[in-house]
């Protein structure tokens, strides 16, 4: 029963945290509005995966090297910063470019880059590691059974997918992608900047 209502803790704040407005949500909204439904849903899949590794670096010790050689957790928050600043940018530069006629090959392109983005921008961002590894700290026992570490990162892995592929299918919808289609310099250079202000943030933390 004590594990079951660790899990259940677990899986409930890590649920919120996952729902909370951040570089993730922002990403994967614009490749849904832009690439559609399918790029939303390989854009939601790459979220988990990275979250995923992050996980079980936590639950196997990364934290401890971090903890240990902090120049290594720098230079990972600071690559993970310009790549931030990097996306946010193109969105600001390509603001006012008009959205791609529907192409099947381009379609498919797309999605494999929002893929790629998705990916590189969850793997590119240690605070989700510390985070994890903190409220595993905190809700988990301090030494779990081998099925409880399977079943963190399986909790891990349908919040994180559930929750970007609900994003993914809303944003996707042709009214929503019809007024992207309408609002895109505005919402481009909204969502551009934020990423900019993020990667500056995640930049300065410690």
């Known amino acids: 029963m004590e594990y079951?209502?660790?899990?259940?803790?677990?899986?409930?704040?890590?649920?919120?945290?996952?729902?909370?407005?951040?570089?993730?949500?922002?990403?994967?909204?614009?490749?849904?509005?832009?690439?559609?439904?399918?790029?939303?849903?390989?854009?939601?899949?790459?979220m988990m995966l990275g979250a995923l590794v992050w996980a079980a670096a936590?639950?196997?010790?990364?934290?401890?090297?971090?903890?240990?050689?902090e120049w290594l957790y720098v230079a990972f928050r600071i690559a993970g910063a310009i790549y931030l600043i990097y996306l946010g940018f193109m969105?600001?530069?390509?603001?006012?470019?008009?959205?791609p006629e529907a192409d099947p090959a381009a379609a498919q392109a797309g999605a494999w880059q929002g893929f790629v983005k998705a990916l590189l921008l969850q793997l590119s961002n240690p605070k989700v590691m510390v985070f994890m590894g903190s409220i595993f700290i905190s809700l988990l026992p301090a030494q779990p059974p081998a099925w409880?570490?399977?079943?963190?990162?399986a909790?891990?892995?349908?919040?994180?997918?559930?929750?970007?592929?609900?994003?993914?299918?809303?944003?996707?919808?042709?009214?929503?992608?019809?007024?992207?289609?309408?609002?895109?310099?505005?919402?481009?250079?909204i969502m551009g900047g934020a990423l900019g202000v993020l990667g500056l943030k995640l930049a300065l933390d410690r």
């Open 4 to 46: 079951v209502a660790a899990l259940a803790g677990l899986a409930l704040v890590h649920l919120l945290a996952v729902a909370s407005p951040g570089p993730s949500t922002v990403l994967v909204i614009q490749t849904s509005a832009v690439s559609g439904r399918r790029a939303g849903l390989l854009a939601a899949f790459a």
């Open 58 to 69: 936590a639950l196997y010790g990364l934290q401890i090297l971090f903890a240990r050689f």
């Open 91 to 99: 969105l600001l530069r390509h603001a006012g470019a008009p959205l």
């Open 148 to 153: 409880m570490d399977a079943t963190v990162l």
């Open 155 to 189: 909790i891990v892995a349908i919040n994180e997918f559930t929750w970007f592929a609900l994003l993914a299918l809303l944003f996707s919808g042709s009214t929503a992608r019809a007024f992207y289609r309408r609002t895109k310099v505005w919402l481009d250079r």
